[in-house]
């Protein structure tokens, strides 16, 4: 325990952390958005495409200047989605290969620019390729400043513009109708994820970064049903992320910051697609197989009525290995089921017939029932 | 400048309008005048431009020529009297929000920036959503409501906006036949109160007993007007070719095949 305290302490612990949380908030809140727009690769596209303005930046400014590499990682990322805007817009291409293009071509260039840099050998540029998965352990307190004036602006604007990009989000032609600018407001969000992008950078790299947009806003989506908690969940669950996943590279010396944060957040999402009430792949699991269940006592139960309204005698005793034969599949279950419901009776069989002794008989609860089920469906047919 | 009116008298005027995606004209050369007080249907077959008509109306899609106008004034004058009701298929359903949120959204025009919806946004959002018997639904998630539920809250949405001019994209595809009723009953009290309606409709059946003023449409203007002088088995047929059953001489519809 005293470890612990001691590594909240430390300075850089102390700045991986904050930084960590301020890459969390941003992202959680900003990648709602995203995901709901359906743009979730436009992020993967964006900080792709932050590598090249990484180098030039670095180019630029010859010396390994935060401010300017920063600058220039937005410039590309939000380049990259405009040339797939224009990609799409003007050609058949559809977005899934627009984005494709965009991010691969932007890429490239940003490696082949890393490697020209890494040859001039220049002493400055250690560690410029850090920036393909990051390195939080090099996060000064200068750079977490930064962070959070950059998050601190993005949220302000999401505060401040709430309804609209929520109505953007939700409906843009209605948003239109209503005169709301709504070029511009999809061009507002979409420079905003670019600034998440450029935040994450130094934390996690231009390659995990898309991970850090999508996955807390899909965890959060699991659990909310209004955009307001979605987003305040997404946020909890991107700080929360971003934090455990600092303090457990801090812990475990060696370990790199950026993939444990990405591998926390992906742990929420997982837990989230399987277990959250309702949405959770589970709870759809089990009511389909109740569905499934439940369309099977109905059958078996209709089954029993066709069967005594053939041969005209409500009480009609039908042998287990007809209705076997019948379903294809063992009915046992199922009889017994219904039996429990009070919906048949496993009765005596008529002294004189040969075959078994005990037989299923309909009850009137159960007549009833099927009729219920039969007039339902034919009402739903018609 | 200043806007001068042009064609006052007229709920929408639409004059000289063209309309490209690409280089085929989606819509030509349309003139379109509808009076106040009428509920108006547009229909024509697929890829007709019906709902690019309304589109274009609302300055959703570019033009190439003509100009619109509502009570004698463009669209950007007259947006506080004009409601939409966009096609259900348009959105996501699976949006994170509730019945109430989404006809509240209908109010974000008159709120204007920087304002947040209060108390007396959601009491006329609850107010819209009794209105199309919705009330019970107003905290569901939208996306477990079923299609014709939907399409009440869309109505919903519109009805908030308190307008004069309705435009109103297919709200009766797809929709069950209480909820068609509902939703017609609706926009017959809302034409009674003096309001105008513009409905994109695809059932050619209910023409008759719904509108009271028709635009079909091809393209080009095939035919607009009363509905009783101009839904004729001529106007139909140069509306869609052969491909749909044509009206025979009592006026109902029959599967005649095309060109007996």
Same mark, same amino acid.
């Given at each position: ?6 590594l ?7 700045n ?6 301020l ?6 809140v900003?990648?709602s ?9 436009l ?5 792709h ?6 180098c030039?930046g ?6 390994r ?14 380049l990259a989605?405009?040339?797939?805007l ?7 291409l559809k977005t899934?290969a627009?984005?494709?293009i %965009?991010l691969?071509?932007?890429f490239?260039?940003?490696v ?23 390195q939080a352990?090099?996060?000064? !307190? ?29 409906d ?21 994820i ?8 130094q ?9 850090m947009?999508?996955a807390p ?8 049903h209004?955009?307001e ?8 669950i991107g ?7 600092a303090?457990?590279?801090a812990?475990?010396?060696?370990l790199?910051?950026g993939p ?28 389909l197989? !109740?569905? !499934?269940r ?11 009525? !066709?069967?005594? %309204?053939?041969?005209e005698d ?16 063992g ?11 009070g919906?048949?009776?496993?009765g005596?069989a008529?002294?004189a017939e040969?075959?078994p ?10 007549? %009833? ?5 039969l007039a339902s469906l034919n009402?739903?047919?018609? | 400048?200043?806007?001068s009116?042009?064609?006052?008298d ?5 004059e000289d309008l ?10 030509w ?7 106040p007080?009428v509920?108006?249907g ?10 690019t ?6 300055g959703?899609v ?5 100009h619109v106008r509502?009570?004698?004034?463009p ?5 506080r009297?004009?409601?939409y009701?966009p ?5 996501d ?13 209908g ?7 920087l ?7 959601r009491?006329?959002?609850?107010a819209a959503?009794?209105?199309?018997g ?11 409501l ?5 399409q009440?809250v ?14 109103l ?7 069950d036949?209480?909820t ?6 609706i926009?017959?009290r809302?034409r009674?109160d003096?309001?105008?309606l513009?409905v ?8 008759r007993?719904y509108?009271?003023w028709?635009l079909?449409?091809?393209?080009r203007v095939?035919?607009?007007?009363p509905v009783?002088e101009?839904?004729t088995?001529?106007?139909l047929?140069?509306a869609?070719?052969g ?18």
């Open positions: 325990m005293t470890g612990f305290l001691a909240l302490q430390d300075y850089t612990i102390q991986v952390v904050a930084g960590a949380a890459l969390g908030l941003i992202s959680g900003l990648g958005f995203a995901v709901l727009r359906q743009q979730s690769l992020g993967d596209t964006m900080s495409s932050a590598l090249p303005g990484v030039l670095f180019i630029i400014a010859g010396t200047h935060m401010g300017s590499i920063l600058l220039g990682a937005l410039a590309t990322g939000a989605a405009l040339v797939m224009l990609l799409t817009r003007m050609s058949r899934d627009g984005l494709g %965009a691969s071509v932007f490239a260039l940003g082949v620019l890393l490697t020209h840099i890494q040859g001039m050998n220049n002493a400055a540029q250690g560690g410029l390729d850090a920036f393909l998965f990051g352990a090099a996060t000064l !307190r200068s750079d977490v400043w930064i962070m959070g004036a950059i998050t601190a602006a993005a949220l302000t604007l999401v505060a401040a513009l709430w309804k609209e990009f929520k109505l953007v989000t939700f843009p032609e209605f948003a239109a109708s209503l005169g709301m600018p709504v070029v511009w407001l999809e061009v507002l969000l979409t420079v905003m670019a600034l998440a992008v450029v935040v994450g950078l934390m996690v790299g231009v390659v995990l970064m898309a991970a947009v999508i806003a899909v965890a959060a989506r699991q659990w909310s209004r955009l908690d979605m987003v305040w969940l997404a946020a909890a700080v929360a992320g971003g934090v455990f996943g303090l457990l590279s812990l475990s010396r060696g790199a910051t444990l944060i990405i591998l926390s957040v992906s742990a929420v999402v997982l837990v989230s697609i399987t277990l959250a009430p309702g949405r959770g792949l589970i709870w759809a699991a089990l009511r197989w !109740r569905g !499934r439940r369309l099977r006592d109905q059958q078996v139960l209709t089954t029993l009525y !066709r069967l005594a %309204a053939h041969h409500p009480v009609y005793r039908s042998e287990q290995g007809m209705l076997d034969t019948y379903h294809g599949l009915t046992r279950a199922a009889l017994r089921k219904l039996e429990r419901r919906l048949v009776e496993w005596e008529p002294p040969p075959g002794e005990r037989r299923w008989v309909l009850t009137p609860a159960g007549i %009833a029932e099927a009729e219920r089920i009402g739903e047919e018609a | 400048m200043t806007l009116l042009h064609e006052p007229l709920a929408l005027h639409v063209t309309v490209s995606y690409q280089s085929k004209p989606v819509l050369d349309i003139d379109f005048d509808v009076p007080g509920m108006a547009i229909v024509g077959p697929n890829g007709a431009g019906k709902s008509l309304i589109k274009s109306v609302l959703l570019p033009v190439v020529a003509g509502l009570f004698g004034l669209y950007k004058a007259r947006r009297r004009v409601g009701v096609q259900r298929s348009s959105v359903w699976d949006f994170p929000t509730t019945a109430l949120d989404v006809v509240t959204m109010l974000y025009g008159r709120l204007g920036w304002k947040r919806p209060g108390r007396r946004e009491d006329e959002a609850m959503l009794e209105q199309v919705m009330a019970d639904f107003a905290r569901r998630q939208i996306s477990q079923s299609g014709g539920q939907q009440r869309f109505l919903a949405r519109a009805l908030v906006q308190q307008a004069d001019v309705y435009f994209d297919e709200p009766m595809a797809g929709v036949a209480t068609e009723r509902a939703i017609v009953d926009l017959r809302l009674d003096g309001k105008t513009i994109v409709h695809h059932d050619l059946q209910t023409v007993s509108f009271d028709l079909i449409l091809n393209v095939i035919a607009q007007g009783h101009i839904y088995a001529d106007n047929k140069r869609y070719g491909q749909i059953a044509l009206l025979d001489e009592t006026g109902f519809l029959s599967n005649q095949a095309s060109g007996s």
